[in-house]
């Protein structure tokens, strides 16, 4: 039985959760927006120079109503796809809500996207309209697309028009998403997420991530991929919470300004910026709580948090295709003393065991569990749940640890050397260690004797020297490896160490481990 379970206010929360979000019908307008109070701010919008633009719910009412009307002369009706390929804006919030007004589905893009990758989502998804910010435009590439851009011509349009009154009516199993999965290993696959995933959100935010009514929430995660999409904008919108939405691209300086000025008390992201953060030593304002997801949390963060922002920075993980599953929560009913690399219990709604060294989920007994396979790819779907769907097929493998769980590896990114299974992130934790080393990455290469042997890539904190600079990596390069044997054990240092500029990772952030390996192998 998974922990949650064992507390009878929060089972009988999440089943609260389950029967709102399933209703037979509802309008996700009002799920999201027009049941809050006119007056309560939704989103503040804020920049790193100091600018805010606070949004309220009525504001987003009104506004999301009009563009509705424009969506609907343009064609958009119930179950046509709508895209944006748009920043953090207020574009990006109101064109989402007036999409669902309509019973629209809303396909996110980002803007870190190549035209290729732009062209393959679009190609797939075949939306009838997309908001595109004007420096975006020459991805759209593909006919058949209404393209409309944020400027002085759309606002106009859109506050010249008539609010539509008449919102759609959803049934739970209705899609209001198709996203597609980041691709670290294959395509990207299309998932369809349903009106009753709200109740799998809002548990996520009130249990893992515990966002109170007078928080101030930031998940700085970026909503064009799921876990900013799901929790930054989907979540504290269902749940009523004000929430930040930073409207510039991610620095350390810019965050720790945002963070300061507005007065965030809960922020989530990802590893890689509490890493940028730390290194920078910013002044940062107290926080009540913080969490962490994407990539493994390596255990130098939480040395350095509680000084630095008043608490520890606690890891959850999920997945595209479930949202988030499994995580160390900070409600106070559920919160257990942090384990490092462990990524906590299974969060309410969810139950997941280790089957065959891979992490999956139980369907039988994960009540605010929602997808139940791909868009159109039955044969991926089958992988997933096999024959009998009683098992979700993660793809990454874990250890299991009574009811906690530590994660190992993608399936695929695991070293096997000399019959030794080695998860990379294990390695890569002591890495980063060094007090030289920003960013660390570690994968197998062929080795004849020993089947795979790891080589390591790091990104230093400080580039070495022009003059000595050869000496200078050798040496990193031994004090690496013997940090691995010390730390973890002597059959498992890496046999090079790579110095690069930056390690290659999707835009959502995931480090992409195949494209190391095949730099490897051609070196």
């Not at 979540?235 to 945002?258: K, N, Q, Y």
């Not at 868009?375 to 990454?396: A, L, M, N």
Request: glycine fraction near 8%; charge should be negative.
């Amino acid at each position: 039985m998974s922990a949650w379970t064992q507390v009878p206010a929060v089972v009988e929360r999440v089943e609260q959760l389950r029967q709102e979000y399933t209703a037979p019908e509802a309008s996700l307008a009002d799920l999201l927006c027009d049941r809050h109070p006119d007056h309560a701010v939704a989103v503040m919008l804020a920049s790193g120079s100091g600018a805010v633009e606070a949004l309220t719910y009525g504001a987003l009412e009104d506004a999301s109503r009009r563009m509705a009307t424009v969506l609907a002369d343009a064609g958009v009706g119930s179950g046509d796809r709508v895209t944006t390929l748009l920043g953090k804006s207020r574009e990006l919030v109101v064109t989402m809500l007036a999409a669902w007004r309509l019973g629209a589905v809303y396909v996110p893009l980002f803007t870190a996207f190549s035209e290729p990758a732009v062209r393959e989502r679009l190609t797939l998804a075949r939306p009838v309209v997309a908001v595109v910010d004007p420096d975006q435009r020459h991805k759209m590439t593909i006919p058949d697309v209404l393209v409309l851009e944020p400027g002085d011509a759309l606002s106009a349009r859109i506050e010249a028009a008539e609010p539509r009154l008449a919102d759609h009516v959803s049934a739970p199993d209705d899609p209001f998403i198709q996203i597609y999965t980041s691709g670290t290993t294959g395509r990207p696959k299309a998932v369809a997420v349903p009106r009753r995933a709200l109740g799998a959100f809002v548990a996520y935010l009130e249990f893992a991530l515990d966002v109170q009514r007078d928080d101030l929430y930031w998940n700085a995660a970026d909503p064009g991929w799921a876990y900013g999409l799901y929790f930054a904008v989907v979540a504290p919108l269902a749940a009523g919470r004000r929430f930040v939405l930073s409207t510039t691209a991610f620095t350390p300086e810019s965050t720790a300004s945002i963070m300061r000025d507005r007065g965030v008390t809960n922020f989530a992201g990802a590893p890689t910026m509490y890493r940028a953060i730390k290194q920078q030593a910013l002044e940062l304002p107290r926080l009540r709580r913080a969490s962490s997801a994407g990539e493994p949390l390596t255990p130098d963060v939480n040395e350095w948090a509680p000084a630095a922002v008043g608490c520890e920075v606690r890891d959850h993980w999920g997945q595209t295709e479930q949202g988030m599953a499994i995580g160390n929560c900070w409600h106070d009913e559920l919160r257990e003393p942090l384990h490092p690399r462990s990524m906590g219990q299974a969060l309410p709604g969810f139950a997941a065991d280790v089957v065959d060294g891979e992490l999956v989920l139980d369907t039988h007994h994960s009540p605010l569990m929602w997808f139940t396979g791909y868009v159109g790819d039955p044969e991926r779907t089958k992988e997933r749940f096999g024959s009998d769907g009683r098992w979700y097929r993660t793809g990454d493998t874990a250890v299991r640890h009574g009811d906690s769980f530590s994660f190992h590896a993608r399936a695929d990114d695991v070293i096997i050397m000399a019959g030794y299974r080695i998860g990379p992130v294990d390695i890569e934790s002591i890495l980063v260690r060094h007090p030289l080393v920003s960013e660390a990455a570690v994968v197998g290469v062929p080795d004849e004797i020993r089947g795979e042997v790891l080589e390591a890539f790091v990104v230093l904190a400080h580039p070495p020297a022009d003059d000595g600079a050869e000496a200078d990596v050798a040496r990193l390069s031994d004090e690496l490896r013997q940090l691995v044997r010390d730390g973890y054990g002597a059959h498992a240092y890496p046999r090079r160490v790579h110095v690069v500029a930056s390690l290659p990772k999707t835009p959502s952030g995931k480090m992409q481990r195949y494209l190391l390996r095949v730099d490897a192998n051609e070196r």
